[in-house]
């Protein structure tokens, strides 16, 4: 009989649901808050919301560092106390200036919490079962979008956008309760088992040295260009966040019910991941990522082409398509990277093509939804929509370039 996890496991996950729940459930509307509650520009919208999302996917490097040193649980309790005064803050006190900070406050405490739970899932699995404690993370996830983005449709149908945010204030308080007096300090399940010192945590590098070593890692010029590239993929999926609640609410239906058509996505990828999984295998990395990416435009395309709420949820369900080809393969192909026992610095580096996407995100869908989706006047979303799936098409072409370039070359040398 497999050997069981510990409660600090459960402990984590639950804090992960709560977590998620928080946060889809806030930043599926806050383009719609930040405009109609707090009266932002459509440019500042975008900004905001690239700013946001490029801190939020930085911050863990720093924040992981610290949180090695200072221990995972008052990590959790900092990570918690700053998410439930972040949204309290864009709750009470819907001003530019303060929301702005919050959100940065927000971003901030995600990269003390995101290290910590996955790095709980890893200590706390028993041996040969971290791929069943990353299943049950994966579902927290999942389960969190769902539920999280259900009851925001809900707050913001019966009371207004803006107080969505109350429940992601509760979400953070029942996770910041389980953080302080649930919630152990984990110790290594399979060194204990093996005989070894459990107590004893692998030596953490040091900030400065882990800042060393992605630097080395981005000296690799193919490593690099693989990462700016496929910027573009992260580009197209911020638009849903960005562009999709303003699309929806000014040009197809005011009330919409943005929250639950967004939720095709998750859905699909829980039918079809194993299937989709299954048929990928036969095609190399590269090849996967780039019809990844293709179907992506297709689901921009898609999106401008069919003006509707069906027509919403049609690219919603082919995105989800795009995701479950691309996601599996663009992490294997980052670890083919990495020299003998520097697997963990590379994949630390996953984040920099989704911080640099969702930041020209905001930058570019603000002036364009301006110009072609404003709140009163004539509107062309398809020109939108198909600039950004252009966008896709030059992601994929740079792909197809890159492997020319770049994958050939190496395969020709490894014959000789």
Same mark, same amino acid.
């Given at each position: 009989?497999?050997?069981?996890?510990?409660?600090?496991?459960?402990?984590?996950?639950?804090?992960?649901?709560?977590?998620?729940?928080?946060?889809?459930?806030?930043?599926?509307?806050?383009?719609?808050?930040?405009?109609?509650?707090?009266?932002?520009?459509?440019?500042?919208?975008?900004?905001?919301?690239?700013?946001?999302?490029?801190?939020?996917?930085?911050?863990?490097?720093?924040?992981?560092?610290?949180?090695?040193?200072?221990?995972?649980?008052?990590?959790?309790?900092?990570?918690?106390?700053?998410?439930?005064?972040?949204?309290?803050?864009?709750?009470?006190?819907?001003?530019?200036?303060?929301?702005?900070?919050?959100?940065?406050?927000?971003?901030?405490?995600?990269?003390?919490?995101?290290?910590?739970?996955?790095?709980?899932?890893?200590?706390?699995?028993?041996?040969?079962?971290?791929?069943?404690?990353?299943?049950?993370?994966?579902?927290?996830?999942?389960?969190?979008?769902?539920?999280?983005?259900?009851?925001?449709?809900?707050?913001?149908?019966?009371?207004?956008?803006?107080?969505?945010?109350?429940?992601?204030?509760?979400?953070?308080?029942?996770?910041?309760?389980?953080?302080?007096?649930?919630?152990?300090?984990?110790?290594?399940?399979?060194?204990?088992?093996?005989?070894?010192?459990?107590?004893?945590?692998?030596?953490?590098?040091?900030?400065?040295?882990?800042?060393?070593?992605?630097?080395?890692?981005?000296?690799? #010029? =193919? /490593?690099?260009? +693989?990462?700016?590239? *496929? !910027?573009?993929?992260?580009?197209?999926?911020?638009?849903?966040?960005?562009? %999709?609640?303003?699309?929806?609410?000014?040009?197809?239906?005011?009330?919409?019910?943005?929250?639950?058509?967004?939720?095709?996505?998750?859905?699909?990828?829980?039918?079809?991941?194993?299937?989709?999984?299954?048929?990928?295998?036969?095609?190399?990395?590269?090849?996967?990522?780039?019809?990844?990416?293709?179907?992506?435009?297709?689901?921009?395309?898609?999106?401008?082409?069919?003006?509707?709420?069906?027509?919403?949820?049609?690219?919603?369900?082919?995105?989800?398509?795009?995701?479950?080809?691309?996601? #599996? =393969? /663009?992490?294997? +192909?980052?670890?083919? *990277? !990495?020299?003998?026992?520097?697997?963990?610095?590379?994949?630390?580096?996953? %984040?920099?093509?989704?911080?640099?996407?969702?930041?020209?995100?905001?930058?570019?869908?603000?002036?364009?939804?301006?110009?072609?989706?404003?709140?009163?006047?004539?509107?062309?979303?398809?020109?939108?929509?198909?600039?950004?799936?252009?966008?896709?098409?030059?992601?994929?072409?740079?792909?197809?370039?890159?492997?020319?370039?770049?994958?050939?070359?190496?395969?020709?040398?490894?014959?000789?």
């Amino acid at each position: 009989m497999p050997e069981k996890f510990p409660p600090t496991f459960y402990y984590a996950n639950a804090i992960e649901l709560f977590e998620r729940m928080a946060h889809y459930g806030f930043y599926i509307g806050l383009a719609l808050y930040l405009s109609t509650v707090v009266g932002m520009s459509d440019i500042e919208v975008g900004m905001t919301l690239g700013n946001f999302r490029f801190v939020g996917s930085l911050a863990p490097i720093p924040c992981g560092a610290i949180a090695d040193r200072i221990s995972f649980k008052r990590s959790l309790i900092i990570a918690f106390a700053g998410y439930a005064t972040a949204y309290a803050t864009v709750l009470l006190v819907p001003q530019k200036g303060f929301v702005i900070a919050a959100l940065m406050l927000a971003a901030i405490s995600g990269g003390f919490m995101k290290p910590v739970i996955t790095g709980t899932v890893i200590r706390t699995s028993p041996p040969g079962r971290q791929t069943d404690g990353f299943a049950v993370f994966y579902r927290m996830v999942n389960s969190g979008s769902v539920v999280g983005k259900t009851i925001a449709y809900f707050v913001r149908w019966l009371v207004g956008i803006r107080f969505v945010a109350t429940t992601s204030v509760v979400a953070s308080l029942a996770s910041l309760g389980i953080a302080a007096f649930l919630y152990k300090e984990p110790t290594d399940v399979a060194a204990q088992t093996d005989g070894g010192d459990a107590s004893k945590k692998p030596r953490s590098p040091a900030l400065g040295e882990l800042l060393r070593g992605y630097k080395d890692a981005l000296k690799n #010029p =193919r /490593f690099t260009a +693989f990462l700016l590239i *496929f !910027a573009g993929y992260y580009f197209m999926i911020e638009q849903f966040y960005m562009t %999709f609640p303003q699309y929806m609410t000014r040009h197809i239906d005011k009330d919409a019910p943005l929250e639950i058509i967004t939720l095709i996505n998750p859905a699909t990828i829980a039918i079809g991941q194993g299937v989709v999984t299954k048929i990928m295998k036969r095609f190399s990395p590269v090849t996967t990522m780039i019809l990844g990416v293709l179907i992506g435009s297709l689901s921009m395309a898609t999106m401008g082409l069919m003006p509707t709420i069906a027509g919403a949820c049609l690219s919603g369900a082919i995105f989800a398509i795009a995701e479950m080809t691309f996601s #599996p =393969r /663009f992490y294997d +192909f980052i670890g083919s *990277f !990495a020299p003998k026992g520097k697997a963990g610095m590379y994949m630390g580096l996953a %984040f920099v093509p989704s911080a640099i996407g969702a930041w020209i995100g905001g930058q570019v869908s603000g002036p364009l939804i301006k110009e072609y989706l404003p709140k009163e006047g004539p509107r062309n979303p398809l020109l939108i929509w198909s600039i950004y799936a252009g966008l896709g098409l030059v992601c994929a072409a740079g792909m197809l370039v890159y492997r020319q370039m770049t994958l050939r070359p190496i395969v020709a040398s490894n014959k000789d």
